[in-house]
């Protein structure tokens, strides 16, 4: 097609217009194009241009280079209005017009009309709208002081779509109240529904109740409820508990309402996680700290340092856990940087001596696996069938590097791994429990014959006399009914003798190394009760972790900053900030390019090219993927 007989159609299509009919026609303005010289029929007032200024005088649309018609009345807009939309809908059920692309003719003709060719495709694709569209949002970021990281968030990009794709004259965006009234409520309601299919898996995998507390800004006391299992953690609740006495009784009534509500025969455990009331650092230890502060806290210190180290020096919250280990890390990778910025300055302290980072060393050696072991736990994913093996093997690593730091045999007696060894053993006691101990004993993986081959002082979990007791206390609890009760320790020896249903060639060659649902799913319909045990145990977390993140979010929502919220509907916002995070990481478009992990780096910096070292050491305590990049020498 040509570009004469393309222009042409979009002539004819404009003559074809409706709103045509409310106008006097004077005189054509101009040989080509859609534009005259016209009188309006309503108010008698001529004008000049084409049918799109017609359209926003008589419908009222602003900002169109043309007063809006007063004389028109609301019942003449809206006939007009429905008319309109008629011949809109008809144009694009006819298809999409073809491009005023430029004719190939001759050389010399061809770069004649170069440039109205170029301007006519400019038009078509409307280059300068879209760039005029892209400066205002650009403005409502930089006037607003809206972090850069939106421009990730799937829903950013998804409203914008929508509004392009359907064609809404004179849409107006909601407003204050709108947002945090009528929207909010709508929002909670369709979360709710999107949620549905996730806790309808809550009766077969089971679910692990969270519950952490908090204050907010204005010290009024809050403990929220969060339920997580293999999908991830679903924000239940905030409950306000500000002139409660949060005793035992407070705690337990709160505890049962939200277990009635998620239904008490789908909860596996609660989780709760009590803040620290003491720590103690030792002498090395506190060396490390007067270091890091001296340069943190003294500005021209911070830029000596900076010049000398491409590392930054880590900072992070003393209520996290393994606090004092990950800066002790990070304070080992900028040894060169400390280094020559003292030579640099000509001041002596610790950092020169040999002596004191061989201690730190030894630290970091030895407390490894230690930080490891929680590291592992500390994230919302399934390993409560694994707590129990990962500590004794944690308890051996931490001796062996002790030992070799020593350099004595393992027969020989440590006065320091002794104190070491009592207090990981006394942590156990207090934290161990015999769920632990059934999920342990429900991992097919510790009845293989490579994984007790693996080590000699090994036992089976049916062979374990401390496992097995608090296994024996589970069946019992669980199973109060006495026919039960014997049944399922029937299937649990059929199971752990490997015999019946289970002496099966596949079955046992491939307890080793298939994932230990699938292994119950496909090995396990013959013991119906530790089938259901399995699938509900091995799907749960041994942390709080996701209750210690939710409340960043709900810091950052209801922060002092923020509009006056009310708890009720911070209540809300919270719900359905947290929940559409969950909903969008168990999405396939999570991993797409533009809005990849889109919500990794939160709410208070704009994206993890320019964070700065607090908030990524924060940021990589929270997502474990990120911690390697970071701290790992």
């Given at each position: ?5 393309a222009s ?52 009222g ?117 709108k ?31 969270v ?60 989780i ?22 001296f ?37 080992k ?21 040999d ?16 930080y490891?072991m ?10 409560l ?56 004993s ?70 080793f ?39 960043s ?10 509009n ?14 947290n ?30 090219e ?7 050491a ?16």
């Open positions: 097609m040509t570009s004469q007989g042409d159609n979009v002539d004819n299509a404009s003559e074809e217009a409706p709103l045509w009919n409310y106008v006097t026609k004077l005189e054509k303005s101009g040989a080509k194009g859609g534009t005259w010289k016209f009188k309006f029929n309503i108010c008698n007032e001529d004008r000049q241009g084409s049918y799109s200024r017609i359209r926003a005088h008589l419908l649309i602003k900002n169109q280079g043309i007063a809006i018609c007063k004389k028109a009345t609301r019942s003449q807009k809206s006939d007009m209005q429905k008319l309109e939309d008629e011949f809109e809908k008809k144009k694009n059920e006819s298809g999409s017009r073809a491009l005023p692309l430029p004719c190939e003719n001759n050389e010399t003709n061809a770069s004649k009309k170069r440039k109205s060719a170029d301007s006519a495709i400019v038009r078509s694709f409307g280059v300068e709208v879209r760039n005029q569209l892209d400066q205002e949002i650009a403005r409502m970021f930089y006037s607003g002081g809206v972090p850069f990281n939106l421009a990730r968030n799937p829903h950013y990009h998804r409203s914008y779509q929508f509004a392009a794709e359907n064609k809404i004259d004179g849409y107006v965006p909601p407003g204050y109240n947002l945090r009234t009528t929207l909010l409520q709508k929002e909670r309601n369709n979360v709710e529904i999107l949620l549905v299919p996730f806790k309808s898996t809550w009766k077969e995998r089971g679910v692990t109740i519950s952490d507390g908090w204050s907010d800004p204005t010290r009024k006391p809050l403990i929220n409820f969060i339920a997580t299992s293999g999908s991830g953690p679903i924000f239940l609740k905030a409950v306000n508990c500000f002139g409660e006495v949060k005793d035992r009784f407070f705690i337990s009534g709160l505890m049962k309402e939200v277990i009635n509500e998620v239904g008490h025969q789908n909860v596996v455990q609660i709760t996680d009590n803040a620290a009331n003491c720590k103690a650092a030792g002498e090395i230890i506190e060396n490390a700290l007067a270091v890091k502060h340069i943190m806290n003294h500005n021209m210190r911070l830029a000596i340092f900076s010049k000398f180290s491409p590392l930054k020096l880590l900072a992070v919250a003393d209520t996290r856990f393994a606090s004092i280990i990950v800066m002790l890390k990070r304070l990778l900028v040894k060169r940087g400390l280094e020559a910025m003292v030579i640099t300055t000509f001041v002596k302290a610790k950092i020169l001596s002596d004191w980072w061989e201690q730190v060393s030894y630290i970091i050696d030895f407390t490894r696996p230690i490891e929680i590291r592992f736990c500390d994230t919302d994913k399934p390993c069938h694994l707590v129990y093996e990962m500590w004794d093997s944690m308890i051996e690593k931490v001796k062996s590097e002790i030992y070799k730091k020593e350099k004595r045999p393992l027969i020989e007696v440590s006065s320091f791994y002794t104190v070491v060894h009592e207090i990981l053993v006394d942590r156990w006691t207090k934290n161990n429990t015999p769920l632990h101990c059934l999920a342990h429900l991992n097919p993986r510790f009845y293989s014959d490579e994984w007790l081959s693996e080590d000699s002082t090994r036992l089976g979990p049916h062979r374990d006399p401390d496992v097995s007791s608090e296994r024996m206390k589970c069946f019992r609890r669980l199973f109060p009914s006495i026919d039960d009760h014997l049944k399922v320790m029937d299937e649990y020896a059929l199971f752990s003798m490997r015999t019946g249903p289970f002496e099966d060639l596949t079955c046992i060659s491939v307890m190394t298939m994932e230990p649902k699938k292994w119950w799913a496909n090995f396990g319909a013959q013991t119906p009760f530790l089938q259901t045990l399995a699938f509900k145990l091995l799907g749960q977390p041994s942390s709080s972790s996701c209750a210690e993140r939710n409340w979010t709900y810091s950052f929502i209801h922060s002092l900053r923020r006056k919220l009310n708890p009720s509907r911070a209540q809300d916002l919270v719900f359905i900030h929940n559409l995070r969950f909903l969008s990481r168990n999405s396939d478009q999570y991993e797409e390019a533009k809005t990849k992990m889109w919500d990794v780096g939160g709410d208070d910096f704009d994206s993890m320019d964070m700065g070292y607090l908030e990524f924060s940021l990589s305590l929270d997502e474990p993927e990120l911690e390697n990049g970071l701290i790992d020498d």
